[in-house]
């Protein structure tokens, strides 16, 4: 099947990189908000959000490797499971798992269900 892509490794790429940095930024610009309207944000819960943060931006450059999708899944996983912490976080985690849902429904269009390699 043709895409139409010039590239449609790096076009797949770039869709799973874009959401992996817009998940930052929400996850970024989520923390004040949160402390200053819920006190009962602990520095547990700001710890996870920092390290989902550097897990993002980290990702987001190696979806080069195969490994690194499925490392994104359970990313947002990890991320869901924080709702123990703060509700907030489970519903970042349902929300960005969903759309990382449909990033992989994405790349299984365009690249098919062969597991091509994305190098």
């Not at 949160?34 to 959000?49: E, F, K, P, Y």
């Not at 929300?95 to 597991?115: E, K, Q």
Request: net charge positive; aromatic share 6%.
């Amino acid at each position: 099947m043709n895409s139409g892509l010039r590239n449609p490794p790096a076009a797949v790429r770039g869709l799973g990189a874009g959401a992996l940095i817009l998940e930052t930024i929400v996850l970024l610009l989520g923390i004040q908000p949160l402390r200053m309207l819920d006190g009962d944000l602990n520095s547990a819960a700001i710890g996870v959000i920092v390290a989902a943060i550097v897990a993002c931006v980290v990702l987001a450059g190696l979806l080069r490797h195969n490994w690194a999708w499925y490392a994104v899944g359970v990313l947002q996983g990890l991320l869901l499971l924080s709702g123990f912490l703060h509700w907030a976080l489970a519903v970042l985690g349902l929300i960005f798992g969903l759309v990382w849902l449909y990033v992989l429904h994405v790349r299984r269009t365009i690249l098919g269900s062969s597991g091509a390699p994305l190098s």
